[in-house]
């Protein structure tokens, strides 16, 4: 009987073998929370971006002879106005639609200040460790002793509530932890041998940071990004419920939920729209984070 040499048998595994990009594709595809919250974002972005061809109607319209329209599935609901109307007559469908803008806008603005100052902190206090180190702790204990809820509150009251206002300040107040898990990323990537052969070959502080140890700290970054776009969207909400956060007639999820607090037992449906809306989009960034955290993590990866 003809044997098959050792030789080709290692050639044909090799052949078969899928490579990396195959590897991926089959673990992002195979995770069925991350292509869940991928298909969320998807429609939240496409809702957002095509607002002005989506929405039926001006979402700043007002129409007091049409107020408190229920939606289409009450049994005095019309086609006009799908979700009703506010206590305004404005149509809720389009303010619903405008509002995904104003919290995509908030999440990423806030998620990109705060992870921009995170990162430079965090890469810089792992690295150069000493008194570098020392003083970033000291800067992520102080903003970790201030709650941020609190201090947002005052900061908003004190320079009035506005979209600029409250982008600026959320931005300001949630880089700690980013700066905290980039920091320990770094620590352990720092005593790697790539970063000290790069050492050794005369590579520059800047280079090492952000061409060797950077690339392969993203995935904490990412992940941490995700939590921070979600906690800051749920945080203008709550500011907005309070009348802190952004102003009317801006068609914020939060504001639309303020709003209708005073009809919350004769037209529940006006709290539960904008509600579910903005449960959905958080749900679906924290399924992002955690599908890019398992199919990035390195025990996933063989």
Not at 2 to 29: M, N, Q, S, Y
Not at 206 to 228: C, D, G, S, Y
Request: no cysteine.
């Amino acid at each position: 009987m003809a044997t098959v040499p050792l030789t080709e048998i290692g050639a044909l595994d090799i052949a078969l073998t899928p490579g990396p990009g195959a590897l991926l594709r089959r673990r992002v595809f195979g995770h069925a929370g991350l292509m869940v919250g991928l298909a969320i974002l998807a429609a939240m972005f496409f809702l957002a971006f095509a607002a002005p061809l989506l929405a039926p109607h001006d979402p700043y319209d007002q129409d007091l002879a049409r107020r408190l329209i229920p939606p289409i599935w009450h049994e005095r609901g019309t086609w006009i106005h799908p979700f009703g109307t506010d206590g305004l007559g404005r149509d809720y469908l389009s303010r619903l639609i405008y509002g995904s803008q104003i919290s995509l806008l908030i999440g990423f603005a806030v998620m990109a200040i705060s992870g921009v100052i995170g990162l430079l902190l965090g890469i810089s206090a792992g690295y150069f460790g000493g008194k570098v180190d020392m003083a970033v702790t000291f800067l992520v204990t102080t903003r970790l002793s201030m709650p941020v809820v609190l201090v947002a509150l005052a900061v908003v009251a004190l320079l009035g509530g506005s979209l600029t206002v409250v982008i600026l300040v959320l931005g300001l107040l949630k880089w700690d932890r980013f700066a905290v898990v980039i920091r320990g990323a770094t620590m352990q990537v720092r005593a790697l041998d790539y970063v000290a052969a790069a050492e050794a070959a005369g590579a520059s502080n800047l280079r090492i940071l952000f061409a060797e140890i950077l690339p392969n700290i993203m995935n904490h970054l990412i992940v941490v990004a995700t939590l921070e776009m979600a906690s800051a969207i749920l945080l203008e909400a709550a500011l907005s419920f309070l009348g802190l956060g952004v102003q009317p007639p801006l068609p914020s999820w939060g504001l639309m939920i303020a709003e209708a607090k005073s009809y919350m037992f004769f037209s529940f449906w006006l709290i539960a729209i904008p509600g579910v809306a903005l449960s959905l989009l958080v749900l679906a960034i924290n399924l992002v984070g955690d599908g890019i955290r398992d199919v990035t993590a390195p025990e996933n990866r063989a």
